[in-house]
């Protein structure tokens, strides 16, 4: 049932080219530049709009606002759920709420979605299980249709959430006529890419350096994680992976926050991960990176293939195939992954039942 490997988790993880295939599959045209959800709701009948979520899908939330504010123009807000049930949030009918979910049945999620309901929001669920409780209340559904997943980890329901995001930021960019026919065009080319990206980001001799990487590593007590812009919820995500099957501390932040606190921490210890793919800020996370580096910090950095020029500044380099900026957490996410089960297997931890934790929580 684990199709040959040795958990469900790295199943899970090899699994995504196919999981983003089945997300994308029929939903984009190329010739028009369009995408093809779907949904009911009127895309244009909305001012704002409340993503909310749990966890790993709270972090695809985070970048679904960053996708839905730059190409639709629609401000966006983005709540934890169990924060958003009890915080009377200012909600009417003009507001759209995005509810996220692998499982489709978390409670405070649920709970979440009466709440927006009560106050007349119109509701979209980004939603993997079929047929779930939150489906049944929902306006409308867009399924990620990345398969069961049942590792306790969230890998291909992330990937495929952050690609429906993509999605509905296309649809509503045109829809709202905020987003040029020729940058649609553009992203939906690059978003079509995404399954054979990941395909290469999976490739042995990738994996092989996270594994080492991963090893070289697995004695810290703590990690740091860092990024900027649409991939500072990659360095949210990686550091909640590493944590939940690891149990090593990590923290995450935006990568300009550093300076405010958390430089702190580092000395000689800490590893800290930087996300320092293709970005209109590289040159930013570079200069993040030199900090941590005066510091005595040890770097891994992910970067974009052939950028031997930023290498030299880190200790441990993890190589990403290219991708659009705007679809890069995808692809990144997957070096995250890898690194956090790596290291839990150096550890020797069952990372399909990780200690305290449920796949699906269904409790306060
Ligand atoms: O089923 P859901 O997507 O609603 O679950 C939300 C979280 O409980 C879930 O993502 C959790 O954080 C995972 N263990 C993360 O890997």
Redesign the pocket.
């Known amino acids: 049932e684990k199709g040959g490997y040795d958990t469900y988790m790295l199943k899970e993880i090899y699994e995504q080219p196919v999981a983003l295939t089945n997300t994308l599959i029929g939903r984009l045209h190329d010739e028009t530049g369009e995408v093809n959800l779907d949904i009911n709701l009127n895309p244009a009948s909305f001012k704002r709009i409340s993503i909310i979520?749990?966890?790993?899908?709270?972090y695809a939330g985070l970048v679904g606002e960053y996708l839905i504010e730059q190409l639709a123009r629609v401000p966006v807000e983005v709540d934890v759920a169990s924060e958003y049930r009890y915080r009377s949030p200012l909600v009417s009918e003009d507001t759209l709420a995005i509810v996220?979910?692998?499982?489709?049945?978390?409670i405070d999620?649920l709970e979440a979605l009466r709440e927006a309901k009560k106050f007349g929001a119109k509701t979209l669920g980004v939603i993997?299980?079929k047929g779930s409780s939150m489906t049944r209340e929902l306006d409308d559904t867009l399924y990620i249709h990345a398969g069961p997943e049942i590792g306790?980890?969230?890998?291909k329901?992330?990937t495929s959430?952050v690609s429906a995001f993509m999605l509905l930021a296309l649809w509503l960019g045109r829809a709202r006529g905020t987003l040029g026919e020729d940058l649609g065009r553009e992203l939906l080319h690059a978003t079509r890419e995404l399954p054979r990206l990941v395909e290469e980001a999976l490739a042995p001799e990738r994996v092989e350096k996270i594994k080492q990487i991963a090893e070289k590593y697995s004695g810290a007590r703590d990690y740091l994680f860092l990024g900027r812009g649409v991939n500072a919820p990659t360095a949210f995500e990686g550091a909640?992976?590493l944590k939940?099957i690891s149990y090593i501390h990590a923290e995450a932040y935006a990568a300009g926050e550093m300076k405010h606190g958390p430089i702190a921490l580092i000395d000689e210890h800490l590893p800290v991960v930087v996300v320092a793919t293709e970005s209109f800020l590289l040159e930013k996370t570079i200069s993040n990176v030199q900090e941590v580096r005066a510091r005595s910090g040890k770097v891994i950095a992910i970067l974009s293939d052939g950028d031997t020029e930023n290498a030299r500044h880190a200790d441990d380099v993890i190589y990403v195939p290219h991708a659009h900026e705007m679809v890069s957490p995808i692809v990144n996410a997957v070096a995250m992954q890898l690194l956090a089960y790596h290291t839990a297997t150096a550890l020797g931890k069952d990372v399909d039942k990780?200690r305290n934790?449920a796949?699906?929580?269904t409790v306060e």
Do not use: D, H, I
């Open positions: 979520a749990c966890g790993t899908a709270y996220v979910s692998q499982s489709g049945e978390t999620t993997n299980a306790v980890a969230s890998t329901a992330y959430m909640l992976k939940e990780p934790l796949k699906s929580v």
